[in-house]
């Protein structure tokens, strides 16, 4: 059965002769832009594991890039999307009101750690219209036209996204872009050369106040965002101490706290949100935009706040055609229940315990290795040319990520230098897989060395 196999390729070249017709087809009719580096055609999927068109088995590291949190073609929340799909596909909630999109607001409301006592969710259909609705709900807000973004951010690639999101890449050939304010996010393991530790926090927590001073007064600003464990910049956590003096900065200026938990929400870093980490520390967002997980692969994403809030935008200015889908909703409510039920953010915790030990032994042992870093089952491994001077090894986290592939594991880069790969499997994958994912892993930076 596929959700258990392990990972095997059986073809003599990836792609495979099928795979290989279809790649083809592939770039005569789509944008070479939509990158792909994989050799990889899927077939069907189940649990962690992908088979290809030719028969091979891949195990997926990789979950649709924080997607796939409860695996491929979870049985129960295909059956609730078929139930679903036997009363009617799409219902728009400015017409009609459909109760799945209301039961999931309110299963939000009350989980999400988000500061105010009543809370009021709407949705959207990805995770860069959740970032972009969060930002025009707290200018609705605030009556403030600016926000602050962070070095090493990614937000998306909506025209607002793409400037809130760091990495120029991203918006190649694609300005002017509004006008977004950018603080440094606190990179421990890249403070500058000869700064002690314990001046960190307060290094970084200076780059907002000269946001303040340089770029727009602080009565100017509606918001500051922030991925509680920044994803395409690296798997870097931010650090507690660093959060609350931003929240400090925020209560004492009437600035929004964002949390964009897009790819770290739905018991990816041990929590079923990461600002719930936040929470145990005794502060919380104001906004919580989160996606990917939510709904086990069907496109939604959410917004969350308190009331007052929520009620800020006026009339129209929020909402879409498909926003809430009833078989996104529908979806989502079982892969709720599911990650309470099976426990999903214990094991998420479980899961990089395993993987944070293993990496840290190769560390040891490799000098390539230069850090390991997350939060539960979302963690991070930073490549370097030298431990001392910390050069990125971007070539070789490419030929890491390329040589777990033909041995049939799927791995995705990361990092401002493309030197990060993360670790994003589905929480559902068995233990047996996850050594032989650590021991494909190993055996391709070995390979490279």
Not at 361 to 387: A, Q, S, T
Request: charged share 25%.
């Amino acid at each position: 059965m596929l959700r258990t196999d392990l990972p095997e390729i059986i073809t003599e070249t990836l792609p495979g002769p099928k795979a290989a017709k279809i790649i083809e087809r592939r770039a005569a009719a789509v944008p070479s832009s939509i990158r792909c580096a994989y050799p990889v055609v899927i077939e069907k999927g189940e649990g962690a594991m992908i088979e290809d068109v030719d028969g091979n088995k891949f195990l997926d590291w990789i979950g649709g890039v924080g997607v796939l949190n409860i695996g491929f073609s979870q049985p129960e929340v295909v059956e609730a999307v078929k139930a679903q799909a036997d009363k009617y596909f799409h219902g728009m909630f400015n017409v009609v009101t459909h109760e799945g999109y209301v039961a999931l607001a309110e299963k939000l409301a009350q989980i999400a750690p988000v500061k105010g006592d009543k809370k009021k969710v709407f949705f959207a259909n990805s995770g860069a219209e959740a970032d972009e609705n969060a930002v025009k709900i707290a200018k609705a807000f605030t009556k403030r036209p600016n926000i602050i973004v962070f070095s090493g951010a990614f937000h998306g690639r909506t025209l607002l996204t793409m400037s809130m999101t760091s990495k120029k890449a991203y918006a190649a050939d694609m300005g002017p872009l509004p006008n977004v304010f950018r603080a440094r996010f606190p990179y421990y393991y890249r403070n500058p050369e000869g700064m002690p530790q314990e001046k960190a926090a307060d290094y970084y927590i200076k780059s907002i106040e000269d946001v303040f001073e340089q770029c727009g007064a602080a009565n100017t600003v509606a918001a500051i965002i922030v991925e509680p464990l920044q994803g395409e910049g690296g798997f870097i956590p931010a650090p507690v101490e660093w959060v609350k003096a931003v929240r400090e900065i925020c209560d004492a200026n009437g600035i929004l706290l964002v949390a964009d938990e897009v790819q770290s929400g739905f018991c990816r870093t041990g929590r079923m949100f990461a600002s719930e980490y936040w929470k145990e520390a005794g502060v919380m967002p104001d906004i919580i935009a989160t996606a990917k997980s939510i709904a086990a692969g069907v496109p939604l994403s959410a917004i969350i706040a308190r009331e007052e809030i929520m009620e800020a935008p006026a009339p129209g200015t929020i909402g879409g055609t498909y926003c809430g889908n009833p078989l996104a909703c529908a979806a989502s409510l079982k892969t709720i229940e599911i990650m309470e039920r099976e426990h999903l953010a214990e094991r998420s915790c479980k899961i990089g315990e395993k993987v944070m030990t293993r990496y840290l032994e190769m560390m040891d042992k490799y000098p390539v290795i230069g850090d390991v870093r997350g939060l539960g089952g979302m963690v991070g491994i930073e490549f370097v040319k030298d431990k001392e001077t910390k050069e990125p090894a971007a070539a070789f986290t490419s030929a890491v990520i390329q040589s777990c592939a033909r041995m049939g594991l799927l791995v995705e880069g990361a990092g401002t230098y493309n030197n990060v790969i993360r670790f994003l499997a589905p929480l559902v994958m068995t233990d047996e897989q996850l050594e032989a994912g650590l021991d494909i892993f190993e055996k391709a930076i070995q390979a490279n060395m």
